[in-house]
């Protein structure tokens, strides 16, 4: 069937939608209620208080464990540990592993689908041309499914754990007493063994469940996906038409429409991927672990008043608190500067994609009301980095981003305003998403000099192009000669 978009979509095979919403309805009354939350499909599911569901990796977990302690006790076992390559701290066997006995449709894309994808990302980025001064990307379109999806953002997000999984066991170690340490000291191997095996069973239940939800290769900002390629999953994207009574074509669009503008920014910005990455890096190695709550704590056991009576009520008491170790940060700015990028690089593509979209899809601003929603319901940035990397940022200020970005256009309009990407120096700042009139007023402090140059170029080339004076005109002596 041919829409009005001039491409075909590949959800208009009634057979095909009946038995996909009969696999849908089955997998709701499994334990999901998405009718609950008309939005549902723009979230992330990261399960009960965002703990993950390991009852299902147990195996892997004691199974590589095992092997561990066996081969820990082989014949030359520890001669050979000096030639070994550094331990990964991370399993990410476990991982991809975990994550895809997760996915609840590993079906592949079809042909239909990769038509769809191409002919709606060519559409979008013909439009976008008219609201942003960054070109197109270029990219390939590429129409995923869950697993492919897992596979091609999973090299940046082992850049993006590795080093928050390794300098937290580093500051479990430096966290543990001294005469722990002289202990323990030969079983820390083992111990980081353990550890790598946990981190890598958390990290696929949470991969497991962001690529049930993904709608594209980076969602929410985060360049997880390859350069080069406009990821759309359209398996996932399918429900949202049936959700939001939108046709399923204006729903493919608006979506491809935000991934081929988040790849306009980190095509022709180069500085910004390694600028968000970085972030994470420098906040990781400033890792530690407090544990002076749980020190408090003991103290207030009282163990050597020897007192039965004393120490079972203080014990009762802590029954209900959290005695796990708080992670901090000594470079708690570097979060912080993650938060402002991710807030302003989401903030800029609402704005683009509204204008580029606006008059010409009448479902763009319930859409674009539905992606906040998704932000606030739980489908975030800040979620998926707390469930995946460890960082507990705080709620980017996406809203807030974009209002500026609007103000920004209306002042200065889209050129200037997109000449901000030009260097780091020049994006606004945190303090500007809470006061952009402050930032509006940098960008009006520029425009009187770049006009007053283009003036002077434009009186200088009239100047240029102005004949001489004739025979006639040049002034004579006396004797009505030409003067010299």
């Known amino acids: 069937m041919v829409n009005g978009f001039g491409f075909s979509f590949p959800n208009d095979d009634g057979d095909d939608r009946d038995r ?38 147990l195996g892997d977990i004691l199974g590589q464990f095992g092997e561990m ?14 030639d070994k390559p550094k331990q990964d701290p991370v399993n990410y066997d476990v991982a991809l592993r975990t994550a895809r006995r997760s996915i609840k449709d590993p079906k592949g894309a079809t042909a239909n689908d ?17 609201a942003s001064a960054l070109p197109d990307s270029g990219a390939r379109p590429e129409a995923w499914s869950a697993d492919d999806w897992l596979t091609n953002t999973l090299p940046t997000w082992k850049r993006l754990v590795s080093p928050v999984a390794e300098h937290m066991d580093r500051a479990q170690l430096d966290a543990m007493p001294e005469q722990a340490r002289e202990i323990f000291g030969p079983i820390t191997q083992m111990l980081g063994h353990f550890n790598s095996m946990n981190f890598g069973a958390r990290l696929g239940q949470a991969l497991g469940d962001l690529a049930n939800q993904a709608l594209t290769g980076n969602d929410f900002g985060l360049p997880v996906a390859p350069s080069g390629v406009i990821g759309i999953v359209p398996k996932n994207i399918e429900p949202i038409s049936d959700q939001l009574s939108v046709p399923g074509q204006e729903v493919l669009v608006y979506i491809s429409a935000r991934e081929a503008a988040r790849q306009r ?33 003991i103290r207030n056991l009282d163990l050597e008043s020897g007192d039965p009576a004393k120490i079972q009520e203080a014990m009762q008491g802590m029954q209900d608190m959290d005695m796990s170790p708080r992670v901090t940060s000594r470079n708690a700015a570097a979060a912080s500067r993650l938060e402002t990028l991710l807030a302003l690089v989401e903030g800029w593509v609402e704005v683009v994609v509204e204008d580029a979209l606006g008059d010409r899809i009448p479902s763009t601003s319930a859409l674009t009301e539905s992606w906040a929603r998704r932000r606030a319901t739980g489908g975030s940035a800040e979620h998926a980095f707390n469930n995946i990397v460890g960082i507990e940022l705080g709620a980017p200020k996406t809203n807030e981003a974009a209002d500026l970005w609007r103000r920004a256009t209306n002042a200065v309009g889209v050129d200037r305003r997109d000449k901000v990407w030009d260097h780091p120096d020049f994006l606004p700042t945190a303090e500007h998403l809470d006061n952009p009139a402050a930032f509006i007023d940098t960008l009006l402090d520029d425009a009187p000099d770049a006009q007053f140059d283009e003036e002077i170029a434009k009186l200088e080339e009239m100047l240029a192009n102005e004949p001489g004076p004739s025979e006639d005109d040049r002034p004579k002596d006396q004797d009505g000669d030409e003067e010299d």
Not at 69 to 82: D, N, T
Not at 114 to 130: I, K, P, Y
């Open 114 to 130: 990769r038509t769809a994808v191409t002919e709606s990302t060519r559409l979008a980025n013909l439009w976008l041309d008219d």
């Open 265 to 297: 920014l980190f095509t022709h910005v180069p500085w910004l991927v390694e600028r968000i990455v970085s972030s994470v890096e420098e906040y990781s190695v400033g890792l530690e672990l407090d544990t002076s709550h749980i020190e408090e704590q």
């Open 20 to 57: 996909d919403r009969d696999d849908r309805d089955s997998d709701d009354r499994g334990g999901r209620d998405d009718q609950s939350n008309p939005f549902g499909q723009f979230g992330f599911a990261f399960g009960n208080g965002g703990g993950a569901n390991f009852s299902g990796n």
């Open 69 to 82: 302690l066996s081969g820990m006790g082989a014949p030359g076992q520890q001669g050979q540990q000096g």
